[in-house]
């Protein structure tokens, strides 16, 4: 069983595609026996991916920031709650407790979350990775930019080191079992 950290967006307004696709990787992760690790919300993408996951046996451990836990926003599914005073310490005990960490969709906190995760590995601090999971081809932009840093000297040592990108969800399986 291994620790899979999950960075997504929390929206109730987005189609379902992305809903359908959460989804799945929780019913991924609690069928290979996994933990989810993420940010702990009872909304969006956490959440839906977080019932799957649990329905289908995983153990989940939500990471939320004091705000979170005053507005009443915080996820009864909950296996372990880890209650952090920012968003800066919940990417660290994200990270840290995670063996590789997914990207959904997700908007300005994924990327933040994204980019912490990379900008720490491009330096030494941590060799894992970060894998976007694709869906209705959402990081493309995101493919085309890093390919365009990368290209111009702007990025460390190669991307794959850091960072993948799931097609489907047949990569995203092969991904998981490979890098764990």
Not at 6 to 11: Q, V
Request: net charge negative; proline share 1%.
């Amino acid at each position: 069983m291994k620790n899979i950290g999950l960075f997504c967006a929390a929206s109730e307004t987005i189609e379902s595609i992305y809903v359908d696709a959460a989804r799945e990787l929780g019913t991924l992760l609690g069928q290979g026996g996994h933990t989810l690790i993420y940010g702990g919300a009872a909304k969006g993408l956490m959440e839906a991916t977080a019932k799957a996951a649990k329905s289908s046996g995983a153990r989940i451990v939500g990471v939320v920031p004091n705000l979170l836990v005053e507005r009443g926003c915080v996820s009864t599914l909950l296996d372990e709650q880890i209650t952090v005073a920012n968003l800066s310490q919940r990417k660290d005990a994200i990270l840290e407790r995670s063996d590789l960490l997914i990207a959904m969709p997700g908007g300005i906190g994924t990327l933040d979350e994204v980019f912490h995760v990379m900008a720490a590995a491009t330096i030494g601090y941590h060799k894992k990775k970060v894998v976007f999971y694709n869906v209705n081809n959402f990081w493309d932009s995101m493919a085309t930019l890093l390919a365009d840093y990368k290209a111009k000297g702007f990025l460390r040592g190669e991307l794959d080191h850091y960072c993948c990108f799931a097609g489907n969800y047949d990569e995203l399986k092969e991904i998981i079992e490979r890098e764990i």
